[in-house]
């Protein structure tokens, strides 16, 4: 797959490579809870770069898209639990150090080995017109069963996390029998229910 | 013809200096309407320049112990972002730079302008701006959905995502007239995006200007110039994916184009300015239980058009 690109785009990719990574260790040096948000954000927008240098637009368009939109998801999550919701006071991002170098390298080890020894299927010599629409039938077709599982994992995920996080359910908001004409709110929502 | 990039048009350089120009002069343009309907024409053309060079010749004022680094990133960020938008909205017909995904590109620059706003916001390490940053996110999680499901219509629709043949789906009809919803939601959301008219919010008069409280000098500058550039591409992106873009009768095309984006502007200005401003608390309900079902129902009406083959 090298072999097709021409020199520049190499030296781009692997300067954003660099730069991932080095924005990737960055997140664990700084001593902002901001300032390793974004350096995660950074990071994941030089991996966005690499897939358009790879003309991979949808890819690289919908990792810049939806990364952007985590660590600002993450920002709000970031004042609703964290004592300091702020976050100016310094503080350390690391915790449990030796467990996660132990995480992190056994998963380093992993991926190294599994990246090598994987005998990768080759490519069809020419390239797709739209790779854009290459990848929606593989999402629609054949690869549909594997992303419609990842879809309701993902979905199980998010209402495993709002559960986690609300302190109110609905029987707070409804009364024990569910009975309330409207739901006791401590802020109101936009809808006069 | 369409399928050429102005880039190959015209050379990278000259369509990236083309872009910027019709950014800045978009930014101008919106700048200028929202003055005429607020405080009538005199002086109107004027006043946008020169605020803007005051803005540029005044003294930085600082904070205690800002983030510096993050703030000047999110202050240029801001501008930035809005220029890039532009990369998408097709200009004389042509788009700076094609892909198979321009309608992903136009929300990725949406969506990366809430980590520059936030990060305007947080930047001065001030208690104003820091909440007008949140109220920014807090806005955003409720348009953003409905937002997507408004450009995936348009898309849908024109069986592509890239915005020329978006333009070209629409010789016959302009989308507008099947997919109202998603119009409307979309030049709401750009409204929302630039936080101006009703959801100005994050920089409301309450919280002493939120995310622009403590902006001053150049700074102030390129967050103002990257609200209205952005406002100006999105009436200029909502003329090509709903009204038609160059379509028209007797005028050339990207006469048209200028028109409908002028209209679109005068019309968000009028409507966006005689309206008050949404409380953010309010906005969530409203839109996952109102809006996200209509942009569905909108999708789906639009589907079942597709393969009736209407578009066709």
Same mark, same amino acid.
């Given at each position: 797959m090298l072999s097709d690109l021409s020199g520049w785009a190499i030296a781009v990719v692997a300067v954003l490579g660099a730069l991932s990574v080095a924005a990737g260790v960055a997140v664990f040096v700084v001593d902002s809870m901001a300032r390793a948000t974004f350096a995660l954000l950074a990071s994941f927008l030089a991996v966005a770069g690499v897939l358009l240098v790879l003309d991979l637009v949808y890819l690289a368009v919908v990792t810049a898209l939806m990364m952007t939109m985590e660590m600002a998801i993450m920002a709000v999550f970031m004042i609703m639990f964290m004592?300091?919701?702020?976050?100016?006071m310094p503080m350390t991002m690391v915790h449990n150090a030796k467990g996660s170098a132990v995480v992190g390298a056994g998963a380093f080890v992993v991926l190294t080995v599994g990246i090598w020894t994987i005998d990768w299927p080759t490519r069809n010599p020419e390239r797709p017109a739209d790779s854009t629409r290459q990848l929606g039938e593989a999402i629609m077709g054949s690869h549909m069963l594997v992303m419609l599982v990842i879809g309701i994992a993902l979905f199980a995920t998010i209402l495993a996390g709002t559960v986690l996080a609300t302190a109110r359910g609905r029987y707070d908001r409804f009364g024990a029998g569910l009975t309330a004409k409207r739901p006791d709110d401590p802020v109101p929502g936009g809808l006069r229910r | 013809m369409p399928e050429q990039t102005l880039a190959e048009a015209w050379g990278l350089v000259p369509a990236v200096l083309g872009i910027v120009a019709v950014g800045l002069v978009l930014g101008v343009v919106v700048a200028v309407v929202d003055r005429i309907v607020v @405080?009538?024409? #005199?002086?109107a053309a004027v006043e946008p320049i020169r605020s803007s060079a005051r803005l540029l010749v005044e003294q930085r004022r600082t904070t205690l112990a800002p983030d510096r680094l993050l703030w000047r990133t999110g202050c240029v960020a801001v501008p930035t972002l809005a220029l890039l938008s532009l990369a998408v909205v097709p200009v004389a017909g042509r788009t700076l730079w094609s892909t198979g995904a321009d309608l992903v590109w136009f929300n990725a620059m949406e969506a990366l302008l809430w980590a520059a706003v936030w990060l305007v916001g947080w930047g001065p390490n001030a208690v104003h701006a820091l909440t007008g940053g949140y109220r920014f996110l807090g806005q955003g999680l409720a348009y953003e959905l409905p937002l997507m499901f408004a450009l995936i219509t348009a898309g849908l629709a024109a069986g592509s995502l890239r915005t020329t043949d978006v333009l070209a789906a629409q010789?016959?009809?302009? @989308?507008v007239v099947t997919m109202p919803v998603a119009f409307v939601v979309f030049v709401a959301s750009a409204a929302a995006f630039a936080f101006w008219?009703? @959801?100005?919010a994050p920089a409301a008069?309450?919280?002493?200007?939120?995310?622009? #409280?403590e902006l001053s000098g150049v700074d102030r500058l390129l967050v103002e110039a990257g609200r209205t550039v952005f406002l100006g591409a999105s009436a200029a992106m909502a003329a090509a994916l709903f009204l038609g873009g160059e379509s028209g009768p007797w005028l050339p095309g990207p006469l048209w184009h200028l028109l409908k984006t002028l209209a679109v502007v005068a019309a968000l200005v009028w409507v966006g300015r005689r309206m008050p401003v949404l409380r953010p608390d309010r906005t969530v309900e409203v839109g996952w239980m109102v809006l996200v079902p209509l942009t569905l129902l909108q999708a789906l009406v639009v589907a079942v058009l597709v393969l009736n083959g209407f578009y066709a």
């Open positions: 004592m300091n919701p702020a976050g100016l | @405080f009538g024409a #005199s002086g010789e016959r009809l302009w @989308f008219g009703p @959801f100005a008069a309450d919280i002493a200007g939120g995310v622009t #409280s």
